[in-house]
């Protein structure tokens, strides 16, 4: 389960404050993911990013934002702007494509509470 | 835009029966099809993945077959034991701008009553 960690494992927020949910990984991989989970949703893309300093917008951006200063670090910063942030999120990464082959290795989530 | 639907959403069987999960993709590009197991409060792990190129594959009790022109792909657990119970969730990979995303169904919970 080693490689890749986020932290903290549990966060609770106040109403309009901005917090930041830590990814790391020692995998070397270049492309980070974030994903949000909820209940029967699945998992959604929040941002990625395939190299350092540069990342894209996934399906569910507004509300966070990220940067990749970094090739092991990938901070996701949820802000005031996310109107319904309670949820577990799962950073991941992966190596480069190899045959067509992308497998995503997952950190072991930040469960956030907005009280 | 892209999606991969998934069916049953949730999923009880008898420890020993067989267990079958389905998925539909609708990006004609896809090529890369994984399956991740999701035990509860832990994160999602690989537990097999098919290529485009290949119909079937196998690894001991688990199975994916894919069927390109369908565009839909499935996952079977034979022999089901209780610590097969977990949440699958089925993925399909995205061409284009985004090569290397992957787009994921919104899981199956499976049971296995022992």
């Known amino acids: 389960d080693g490689g890749i960690t986020q932290s903290p494992k549990y966060l609770f927020r106040k109403e309009g404050q901005n917090v930041t949910l830590s990814c790391e990984q020692n995998?070397?991989?270049?492309?980070m993911y974030w994903y949000r989970q909820d209940p029967g949703q699945g998992l959604r893309l929040i941002y990625y990013?395939?190299?350092?300093?540069?990342?894209q917008k996934g399906d569910i951006a507004e509300g966070y934002s990220v940067s990749r200063e970094k090739k092991e670090s990938f901070p996701l910063t949820v802000t005031s702007a996310q109107k319904n942030p309670t949820a577990f999120y799962l950073c991941?990464?992966?190596?480069?494509?190899?045959?067509?082959?992308?497998?995503?290795?997952f950190g072991p989530g930040t469960r956030l509470t907005v009280l | 835009g892209e999606n991969v639907e998934q069916h049953p959403s949730t999923l009880s069987v008898q420890e020993g029966d067989s267990a079958v999960i389905k998925c539909t993709y609708s990006?004609?590009?896809?090529?890369?099809f994984p399956w991740y197991k999701q035990e509860l409060g832990k994160r999602p792990q690989l537990i097999i993945d098919?290529?485009?190129?290949?119909g079937e594959k196998k690894d001991q009790r688990i199975a994916v077959t894919l069927n390109k022109t369908a565009k839909h792909f499935s996952l079977h657990i034979t022999e089901t034991q209780p610590e097969d119970s977990a949440v699958y969730f089925c993925?399909?990979?995205?061409?284009?701008?985004?090569?290397?995303?992957?787009?994921f169904g919104k899981g199956t919970k499976l049971s296995v009553k022992p």
């Open positions: 993925a399909a990979s995205i061409k284009g701008g985004s090569q290397g995303n992957l787009i």
């Open positions: 990013s395939q190299i350092v300093n540069d990342f």
């Open positions: 991941a990464s992966s190596p480069p494509l190899a045959g067509g082959r992308n497998e995503q290795f």
């Open positions: 995998l070397n991989h270049d492309a």
């Open positions: 098919i290529r485009s190129n290949v």
């Open positions: 990006d004609s590009a896809s090529n890369y």
